[in-house]
């Protein structure tokens, strides 16, 4: 008698072991699919209006504009990735600014650096700009592009 009641006890740590195992995986694959989801670009139709100053030292073109949120410093943030291109015939380095609504505003130079040269006529360059402390869609979207002058 004394012998059944071990084998009982011994099942039953052992159930509750593949329980807890069980439980833990669970846990564990549901943070990784909330991690990867949160990971995930979340894009959404933006449509900027756009200026491109034309300048005594050659012209832009909007290649690509789009708009998402992605995690930057820890925080949902919206970002925007612009792609400009070189109509021109000679090389090129472009100045983006972009302005919301709310008063934001973000830009930067493409290239960033010029130690692998300039954008190239024909080529393309891009870039992506976050907007700190932004975790809502913009209503209103300005894109100013120019060409800086070397």
């Keep these: 008698m004394l012998d059944k009641t071990i084998k009982k006890g ?9 329980f807890t195992g069980l439980i ?3 846990a564990f694959a ?4 909330v991690g ?11 449509k900027p209006d756009v200026t491109v100053a034309d300048d005594a030292t050659g012209k832009a073109e909007l290649e690509e504009f789009s708009c998402f949120f992605k995690k930057w410093e820890g925080v949902k943030t919206l970002h925007f990735k612009v792609g400009v291109k070189n109509p021109s015939d000679t090389p090129q380095r472009y100045k983006v600014h972009i302005f919301l609504e709310n008063g934001k505003a973000v830009g930067g130079l493409i ?10 006529p024909g080529q393309s360059a ?10 809502e ?3 209103e979207i300005m894109v100013k592009i120019s060409t800086v002058s070397q």
């Design 30 to 33: 549901g943070l990784v699919l």
């Design 10 to 18: 011994e099942i039953m740590t052992q159930i509750r072991g593949v």
């Design 111 to 120: 290239p960033r650096k010029t130690k692998k040269g300039l954008v190239e």
């Design 126 to 135: 891009s870039f992506v700009y976050p907007v700190k402390a932004m975790a």
């Design 24 to 26: 833990l995986l669970a």
């Design 36 to 46: 990867s989801a949160w990971a995930q670009d979340e894009g959404f139709p933006c």
């Design 137 to 139: 869609k913009p209503n």
